[in-house]
């Protein structure tokens, strides 16, 4: 459905219309030039660390390397609180990853990390990038998963301390 007419995309036999990878929203060729040049995230936008301000590294070792925050030039939203989601993907029979994979189409995929390829310190330093925010961590995994991110969360002594939330995707 076109966010601009309203009317249905994609319908021609052949290459056509517009869908953003960001705000998910989809538009006719012909309605492309209603809409701003910028994308605005879509609804999601207050947990999003926007691509074009984010720095990356590549962390972990060869053939899982990750990509990893660096540093943040924040938006202009007021309300932005974004959203780190940290899963181990031998969780739960492989649930873990299918999740995360879930995530990494809506999130940045830089704010999706898998604890078997990076160290939660690594992952959690960036949180220092951004001292007047408060950030969100979904933590998807069994009981250790948890517990080491917790754990981490206190050695490293955030401040602010970010919100912490489980999603538990153990064998148990």
Known sequence: MCCVCFKECGHAPRLCDFRCVWCKRTLHEDCLPQLPEECDLGPHKQFIIPPNGVKVKLVG???RRQTVVNSVRPPEA?????????GNRKSGSGDSAAIMGTFRRVLNPGQVIDVNSVKPEEVLDWIN???????????????????????????????PRPAVAILPIGTG
Do not use: H, M, Q, S
């Open 61 to 63: 070792i060869r053939p």
């Open 78 to 86: 007021a309300d932005w609180t974004p959203l780190i989601v940290i």
């Open 129 to 159: 990038l951004l001292p007047e925010y408060t950030c969100r961590i979904l933590v998807c995994g069994g009981d250790g998963t948890v517990g080491w991110i917790l754990n981490t969360i206190e050695k490293l002594k955030l401040n």
